[in-house]
């Protein structure tokens, strides 16, 4: 089993957590677990100490990086699995457009319709962002027997983000041809 970087940070479970804080654990236990301070004890302590400061610049990587901490969330709760990437089709429908857009591209490369993509992505991001902040920010509050159901708002977030992550990559490439 796996630490709880939260737990380990004495902090609740959130997608916004306040970064002040986990700077502040981050730096406490830095100095507490660090192996020069410890150079003395008995082998198997050195060991464990050497484990805890590399836990604890793991749960500072994780937890410090807004996407790394999702997916870190989403995937304690077994929602990133293999098989469970499915997307909306209504969304699959939008992107399929921007794919073939993105086809097109490839053989008749035109700067105008690399911009229109781009827009139309970054409207898609716009709204991804505006429907899912109150959910991020709020789930720090939720009962427990209504986190489920955020958690999987927020997966789809998180896969259709990813998704539009990937064609940012590709108009890219076709912006840097230009």
Do not use: W
């Amino acid at each position: 089993m796996t630490t709880d970087y939260f737990e380990f940070y004495h902090l609740p479970e959130s997608f916004r957590p306040n970064e002040a804080d986990i700077k502040r654990q981050y730096y406490a236990l830095s100095r507490e677990y660090h192996p020069d301070f410890h150079a003395t004890a008995p082998p198997e302590r050195q060991q464990e100490i050497l484990r805890l400061a590399t836990l604890n610049t793991n749960a500072y990587r994780t937890l410090s990086d807004p996407d790394a901490r999702m997916a870190y969330i989403l995937g304690r709760y077994g929602l990133l699995e293999e098989g469970k990437q499915e997307l909306p089709p209504d969304f699959l429908m939008e992107v399929m457009e921007l794919n073939e857009q993105l086809m097109e591209l490839e053989f008749d490369p035109d700067q105008a319709v690399v911009a229109r993509v781009e827009n139309e992505v970054n409207e898609l991001s716009d709204t991804l962002e505006a429907g899912i902040e109150p959910v991020l920010v709020g789930y720090e509050q939720l009962p427990t027997d209504t986190r489920p159901q955020a958690l999987q708002q927020i997966r789809t977030y998180y896969l259709k983000r990813r998704y539009l992550l990937r064609i940012r990559e590709s108009l890219a490439k076709f912006a840097t041809r230009s």
